[in-house]
Structures are given as structure tokens and as C-alpha cells.
């Protein structure tokens, strides 16, 4: 099937796209709202600007496909294979992205706010200035992923890997972060107002000018860390 053909088939009220290679095909600005694109290889496809608003797209294979400023609110997109995919400021709040595998994507500026992400891979993605509040990351690898500015307010970050990630003037407020991984990860300058970081392993991570203000340090590992308090002129090694 090409890009031609699967217009043409929606536009007559077709939705049902199970399965079908797309890969490469040029679908920019296509509107394929509610389609049922589940298992479809759109590899490589182009469907920047695209409309999938609560599209199925489960086990799609989206490996490089660029979905930039795409519409993709609401979609199920559960274990898709979203590798190195272009989704900057692709509109996914409310999208089903769990086990989904984004690993080195690019994510920047998009909404994810309120996305399901648990058990998600976000390994060595571009997450900066995205907007993930509210969203559940519990369990998720988000290994040196980049979230510089990123708002992760509210945010449910429950056992989620986040080793060496940088997380630079990050917006982690009121975020549950509860027995999350943060060994080396950078949150200089970083939002934790509220946050409740028990049993978090922040060793040998960067604190300085961190907000720690109200949140639950309980049982946190903290040696080796970079810690000052905002305001303070001197950072200090934790021991």
C-alpha cells in the first residue's frame, strides 16, 4: 500500500490498516485520526503534521519515522518500536506508550502530558522542554536521557531508571520518584519541591542549587552527591 491508496481509502471511510507497509511513504498533513494501524510498518514514513488522534498504532513499527508536530492525543502506541523516531513537539497527551521502545528518539518540546510511559524505553532520548507532567514513567529507562527544562511536575516516576540523565533545571515538583535510579544523573538547578524521593539512589549525582524544598528524603542514598542548598555559594561532596 502507498500513501496515495491509504488516503484515498480513508477518505471513503475505510479505517481499518492493520498490518500494512507503509515504510518510507510520504504521509505529511494525512489525516488518519482513529485509524487502526496496528503491527503496520511505517518506518522511515514521513507523517510530520500528521492527524493520528486516538490511533492505534500497537506493535507499530515507527523505527525513524518522522512525526514531528504530529497530533497523536489519545493514541495507543503500547509497544511500539519507536526508535530514533522525530517527535518533537508531537502532541501525545494521554497517549498509551507503555513498553514502547524510544530509545534514542527525539522528543523535544512535546507534550506527553498525562502519557502512559511505565516500562517505556527512553534510553539516550531528547526529552528537553518536553512537557511530562503528570505522566506515568513508573519503571521506565530513561538512562542518560536528556531532560534539560523538561516539566515533569506530578509526575509518576515510581523504580524508573534515570542513571546519568540530565535532568538540568528540570521541573520535578510534587513528582514520586520513589526507589528511582539517579546515580550520576545532573539535577543542578532542578525543581523537587514536595517530591518524595524514598529509597531514590541519588549517589554521586549533581544537587547544586537543587530545591529540595518540602520533599521526603527518607532512606535516599545521597554519598558522593554535589549538594547545595539554593542561594548558597559553595557546593559540597556528600560523604
Do not use: W
Not at 500513501?3 to 471513503?12: D, F, G, H, L, P
Not at 522511515?44 to 500528521?50: F, G, I
Not at 523505527?63 to 495507543?76: E, R
Not at 512535546?110 to 514513567?137: E, F, P, R
Amino acid at each position: 500500500m502507498d500513501a496515495k491508496e491509504i488516503r484515498s481509502r480513508y477518505a471513503a471511510g475505510e479505517r481499518n490498516f492493520r498490518g500494512a507497509d507503509l515504510s518510507g511513504a510520504d504521509l505529511r498533513d494525512a489525516d488518519l485520526s482513529g485509524a487502526d494501524l496496528s503491527g503496520a510498518n511505517l518506518s522511515d514514513a514521513d507523517l510530520r503534521d500528521a492527524n493520528l488522534r486516538g490511533a492505534d498504532l500497537t506493535d507499530a513499527d515507527l523505527i525513524f519515522t518522522k512525526l514531528s508536530d504530529a497530533d497523536l492525543i489519545g493514541a495507543n502506541l503500547r509497544d511500539a518500536n519507536l526508535i530514533g523516531a522525530k517527535l518533537g513537539v508531537a502532541k501525545l497527551s494521554e497517549a498509551d506508550l507503555i513498553g514502547a521502545n524510544l530509545i534514542s528518539a527525539d522528543l523535544s518540546g512535546a507534550d506527553l502530558s498525562n502519557a502512559y510511559l511505565s516500562d517505556a524505553y527512553l534510553s539516550d532520548s531528547s526529552l528537553i522542554k518536553a512537557n511530562l507532567s503528570n505522566a506515568n514513567l513508573s519503571g521506565a529507562n530513561l538512562s542518560i536521557a536528556n531532560l534539560i527544562g523538561a516539566n515533569l511536575m506530578g509526575a509518576n516516576l515510581i523504580s524508573a531508571n534515570l542513571m546519568g540523565a540530565n535532568l538540568i533545571e528540570a521541573n520535578l515538583a510534587g513528582a514520586n520518584l520513589n526507589d528511582a535510579k539517579l546515580y550520576r544523573a545532573n539535577l543542578a538547578h532542578a525543581k523537587l519541591q514536595g517530591a518524595s524521593l524514598c529509597q531514590a539512589d541519588l549517589r554521586n549525582a549533581n544537587l547544586a542549587e537543587t530545591d529540595f524544598t518540602d520533599a521526603n528524603l527518607e532512606e535516599t542514598q545521597l554519598e558522593g552527591t554535589i549538594l547545595s542548598l539554593a542561594g548558597s555559594s559553595q557546593p559540597s561532596p556528600v560523604r
